[in-house]
C-alpha cells in the first residue's frame, strides 16, 4: 500500500496488527512511524508502551515475547523492528544468528493489542525465504522507497505551499543541487530555510546559497566544469578555497577523478545509445548525479575526458612517488589550456 493511503487509515486509528516499512528513505519512514505515536498516544500516557528492538543486537525471539505480552496503559503496544536482516539474503560477520520459527508462528496469530512494525531499510528482501514470504502475506507492505525526481518535485513544493511558503524556480533548483534530491537531507534544510524567512515566507536562492553549505563533491563539480571550460582562474580560485578550508589536495585529486571517471562511464554509455534511467540502473548510483553527469557530458569529447582522465592519474602518481610537490603540480594541471 502506498504510505499516503496508510498515513490516512492511521488517522481513522484503523490499525493493523503488523506493518512491513519496505525501502531506505528515512524521511517516509519517521513519517509513518510519528504518525503512528501520535494517533496511539494519548497526553503521553502510552509512552512505556513504544518499544524499538535493533535485530543487530536482540534475538527476534525476545521480540515476539514482547509482542506476547499485554500493554501496562492505554489500548496498544507498539513495536519497531530495526535492521530485520534475516528478511534479505545478507550474511556479515559476528551477526546474531535468530530462530524465525518463533516468528512465524506469531505472524499466523498475531496479538490484536500489539502493533508491530518491521523496518525493513533495503533495496530488496530476499524473497526465496519462508519468513519473506509469509511476512509479504500476513503484513501491511508498506512502501517507503525512494521518490523519483517526478515524485519528489511535486512533493516537496506541496509540501512547502502547505507550510505557508513560497520558493522561487532557481532557489528551488539550488535546492535540489546541494541536497542531491535526498529527501531526508531536502527535508531538514527546509526546516532551516523555513526558520530563516519566517517573516517573509519566501525563500530565494541567495538564502539557499546562505544557509546550505557545498559538499566537497559539489566543490568539486563546479571545479571540473571550470577546468573542462578552460576557466583557469576560477578554477585555481576554488582550490585554493578548498586548501583554505582545510581540505587536503590529494583528496581533491581523488574526488575529481572519481568525477571524471563517472563522466568517462556517462559518456561511453550515452553513445552507444543508453537512456539516463537505463545508465542510472547500469552505474548503480544516485539518478540525480546521474542526470548532472549527462547533462555536464553533453559537450564533452571521450578524448577531452579521457586525456584528464590519464593526466589526473599521472598527478597521483608523481605526487605518491615524491617527484613533484602536490600543490605545484596540481595549479599547473588547473592552469593548463584544453
Known sequence: MSLQKELAELRKKNFKPIYTLFGTERHLINMFKNTLK????????????????????????????????VPFFGDYKVIFVENPYFLTGERRKNDLEHD????????????????LVFIASYEKMDERKKIVKLLKKESCLVDVKQMSEKELTPYLKQYIENEGYQIDKLA???????????????????????????????????DVEALIPKSLEHNIFDLSQYVLSNQMMQSLSLYHDLIHDGEETIKVIAVLLGQVRLLLQVKLLLDMN????????????HPYRVKLAVNQSKNLTLGTLGEMFNELIDIDYQIKTGQMDKELIFEMFLLKKR
Open 274 to 285: 543508453y537512456q539516463q534511467s537505463n545508465i542510472t540502473d547500469t552505474l548503480k548510483i
Open 100 to 115: 524465525v520459527s518463533s516468528l512465524n508462528s506469531y505472524l499466523e496469530n498475531p496479538l490484536e493489542t500489539t502493533i
Open 172 to 206: 528551488f533548483e539550488q535546492l535540489t543541487y546541494l541536497t542531491d534530491m535526498d529527501l531526508s537531507r531536502m527535508m531538514n534544510e527546509l526546516d532551516k530555510l523555513f526558520l530563516y524567512r519566517l517573516d517573509t515566507k519566501i525563500i530565494k536562492r541567495t
Open 38 to 69: 501520535q494517533e496511539i498516544s494519548v497526553d503521553g500516557e502510552d509512552e512505556f508502551n513504544f518499544i524499538t528492538f535493533d535485530m543487530g543486537e536482540v534475538e527476534v525471539s525476545q521480540v515476539i515475547h514482547e509482542a506476547e505480552t
